[in-house]
T-cell receptor
């Protein structure tokens, strides 16, 4: 069965410092992996996705994530945090082919705080 | 603007009321979804409609009743809800094809409070 674990429920960084949000997944298949961001009182916005192409995926707003099969990880990074990055971030793995189309397995989320 | 519009954005209803949440997507997608987001819980998939046919139910209580009249519109009809149903309800859409893992686009959600 697919699963995803976000290792930190809350991460706090200072503005201008690097961001690392950790995610590990479990999958019997070659997974598709996503990071979504949710700002306060907003819906979820896709940051980036991995679908078996390049292992280093670049997303919007300067974020990127690296798929590491040997570590079953898909950590999200950004070199320099901005105040507007404060939000909740969700790591997501998709159902395998032949399963429920579009059924996504969501992590519990990591809340990112950015201090001035 | 994600191309998925939900109304109302906020709804307060009593346990004996009947109300509906509405979702409209302007992306030409053929699949639509309802998700429930409760505090401190992962997102839960409630319903999936693909080509206007329901393909996933996930054992949702019958007090939630979805309706998909066409590929652009999705409703969630609510009746005799419980306070624990208070949550953010997210609508989403995607373009589905066999074996393809396509990106899901979310609306901004409808905040539901049951009193």
């Amino acid at each position: 069965a697919q699963s995803v674990t976000q290792l930190d429920s809350h991460v706090s960084v200072s503005e201008g410092t690097p961001v690392l949000l950790r995610c590990n997944y479990s999958s019997s298949y070659s997974p598709s992996l996503f990071w979504y961001v949710q700002h306060p009182n907003k819906g979820l916005q896709l940051l980036l996705k991995y679908t078996s192409a390049a292992t280093l995926v670049k997303g919007i707003n300067g974020f990127e994530a690296e798929f590491k099969k040997s570590e079953t990880s898909f950590h999200l990074t950004k070199p320099s945090a901005h105040m507007s990055d404060a939000a909740e971030y969700f790591c997501v793995v998709s159902d395998p082919p032949g399963g429920s189309q579009g059924n996504l397995i969501f992590g519990k989320g990591t809340k990112l705080s950015v201090k001035p | 603007e994600t191309g998925v519009t939900q109304t109302p954005r906020h709804l307060v209803m009593g346990m004996t009321n009947k109300k509906s949440l509405k979702c409209e997507q302007h992306l030409g997608h053929n699949a639509m979804y309802w998700y429930k987001q409760s505090a401190k819980k992962p997102l839960e998939l409630m319903f999936v409609y693909s080509l206007e046919e329901r393909v996933e139910n996930n054992s949702v209580p019958s007090r939630f009743s979805p309706e998909c009249p066409n590929s652009s519109h999705l409703f969630l009809h609510l009746h005799t809800l419980q306070p624990e149903d208070s949550a953010l309800y997210l609508c989403a859409s995607s373009q589905e094809s066999m074996g393809a893992r396509n990106t899901i686009y979310f609306g901004e959600g409808s905040w539901l409070t049951v009193v």
